[in-house]
């Protein structure tokens, strides 16, 4: 079956630094992959997106690396704020229509 | 605004009722999803639907039934099948192409009394 799944349950930076989630997935035919952020009690808002055929792609404060080789991405986030404070799942597409697999999210913490 | 709504916010449940959970979208996405999401876990697909009048299930899908007879709506029922139903129920929509993001909704947390 496919899978996505997370390296690390917690993790805990400092404001101001930067912060590296990390995701593994089992899929090899799994050609996009999302990564969400959900704070308490709210549903999942999209982050930023990558599609197989790129290694990186930037947004605001934010890049995602994939590295398909070893079937692994990564979201950093530059310059850490409280508000980036949320639980961050990555998601990866199933390559036989439209659904989505979820990790098991990884629970960010930023310390003033 | 559009959006994906789903109503209630939080629903109560006696053990062997059905309650079902609504989720609308102006989105006028194709593609629906339920996922159910336990605490300290990842986001489980229960059913989804590519196309009016069409879902299928998905990996936890016994206990529940869905309904799509509009494109923009996509409820829930969870039924006294359903053996252990207290949980934070997503639901989301897609243009349903390919490589393109889903958009949830803001949750119900059901819970049975």
């Known amino acids: 079956g496919e899978s996505v799944g997370l390296h690390l349950p917690t993790l805990s930076v400092q404001e101001g630094d930067n912060s590296i989630i990390n995701c593994a997935y089992s899929?090899?035919?799994?050609?996009?992959f999302i990564w969400y952020k959900q704070e308490s009690g709210k549903g999942p808002q999209f982050i930023i997106d990558i599609r197989s055929n790129m290694d990186k792609r930037q947004g605001q404060r934010v890049t995602v690396l994939l590295n398909k080789t070893v079937k692994h991405l990564s979201l950093q986030i530059a310059a850490t704020q409280p508000g980036d404070s949320a639980v961050y799942f990555c998601a990866g597409a199933s390559n036989t229509g439209n659904q989505f697999y979820f990790g098991t999210g990884t629970s960010l913490t930023v310390i003033p | 605004d559009g959006g994906i709504t789903q109503s209630p916010k939080y629903l109560f449940r006696k053990e062997g009722q059905n309650v079902t959970l609504s989720c609308e979208q102006n989105?006028?996405?194709?593609?629906m999803y339920w996922y159910r999401q336990d605490p300290g876990q990842g986001l489980r697909l229960i059913y989804y639907s590519q196309i009016v009048n069409d879902f299928q299930k998905g990996d936890i899908a016994e206990g529940y039934s869905v309904s799509r007879e509009k494109k923009e709506s996509f409820p829930l029922t969870v039924t006294s099948a359903q053996k252990n139903p207290t949980a934070f129920y997503l639901c989301?929509?897609?243009?349903?192409?390919?490589?393109?993001?889903?958009?949830f909704g803001q949750g119900t947390r059901l819970t049975v009394v």
């Open positions: 899929n090899s035919a799994s050609d996009y």
């Open positions: 989301a929509s897609s243009i349903g192409d390919q490589n393109t993001e889903a958009f």
């Open positions: 989105l006028n996405h194709d593609a």
